[in-house]
């Protein structure tokens, strides 16, 4: 089975600071990871995700995350952040080989002020 | 309208009560999933199907009971809820149950139980 451990369950920060949204996994298999983003009363939106190849990724709003094997660990980074992207992160794994079961870690609440 | 919706997206039911929630996605997918979302913990997967059979029960009580009449709709019927079942029950679609399949989620439908 596969776990994930979101290290901060909160983390505030000023706008245009850089941010690190931490994210350990425990897995005996190869793994595909995911971020996903929650604003305010919505849902779940896929922020990025690592299958293979790179393990820098990056999505359309300016975060990045990198697959660390050795460390099993896939953080989220993002150089700047605005007010906009207050909200809640969650990280997620799911076997690489078999299964498709998506396994959360708790989440991480980031609170961007002026 | 595209991607999933969810109806209602606010719930509150005595615990004598029998409600339904539904989920509706407009993306061509034949696998959906149910997940509840409690304060502070991981998503919990509660039920998947994929094209129109269910493959997955997660050791969920009998007083949810999931519906899914056709690869577009899902339901989860709800009686005899307790007080600890309020949380918000996010639905998720995905392509199939091939292992890279992103899962889409809906808004989530927030459910209080008194």
């Known amino acids: 089975a596969q776990s994930v451990t979101q290290l901060d369950s909160q983390v505030p920060v000023f706008e245009e600071a850089p941010v690190e949204l931490r994210c350990?996994?425990?897995?005996s298999v190869s793994v595909y990871l995911f971020w996903y983003v929650q604003?305010?009363?919505?849902?779940?939106?896929?922020?990025l995700k690592y299958l293979s190849g790179s393990t820098?990724?990056?999505?359309?709003?300016?975060?990045?995350a990198e697959f660390n094997k050795s460390q099993t660990s896939f953080h989220l980074r993002k150089p700047s952040v605005h007010i906009s992207d207050t909200a809640e992160y969650f990280c997620a794994v799911r076997p690489a080989n078999s299964g498709y079961a998506l396994n959360f870690g708790k989440g991480t609440s980031l609170l961007v002020t002026p | 309208?595209?991607?999933?919706?969810?109806?209602?997206?606010?719930?509150?039911?005595?615990?004598?009560?029998?409600?339904?929630?539904?989920?509706?996605?407009?993306l061509g997918h034949n696998a959906m999933y149910w997940y509840k979302q409690s304060a502070k913990k991981p998503l919990e997967l509660m039920f998947v199907y994929n094209f129109k059979e269910q493959t997955e029960n997660n050791s969920v009580?009998?007083?949810?009971?999931?519906?899914?009449?056709?690869?577009?709709h899902l339901f989860l019927h709800l009686h005899t809820?307790?007080?600890?079942?309020?949380?918000?029950?996010l639905c998720a679609s995905s392509q199939d149950l091939r292992t890279q399949g992103t899962q889409y989620?809906?808004?989530?439908?927030r459910l209080l139980v008194l």
């Open chain 1, 24 to 27: 350990n996994y425990s897995s």
């Open chain 1, 39 to 47: 604003y305010p009363n919505q849902g779940l939106q896929l922020l």
């Open chain 1, 56 to 64: 820098l990724v990056e999505s359309i709003n300016g975060f990045e």
């Open chain 2, 1 to 26: 309208e595209t991607g999933v919706t969810q109806t209602p997206r606010h719930l509150v039911m005595g615990m004598t009560n029998k409600k339904s929630l539904k989920c509706e996605q407009h």
């Open chain 2, 61 to 72: 009580p009998s007083r949810f009971s999931p519906e899914c009449p056709n690869s577009s």
């Open chain 2, 81 to 89: 809820l307790q007080p600890e079942d309020s949380a918000l029950y």
């Open chain 2, 105 to 109: 989620f809906g808004p989530g439908t």
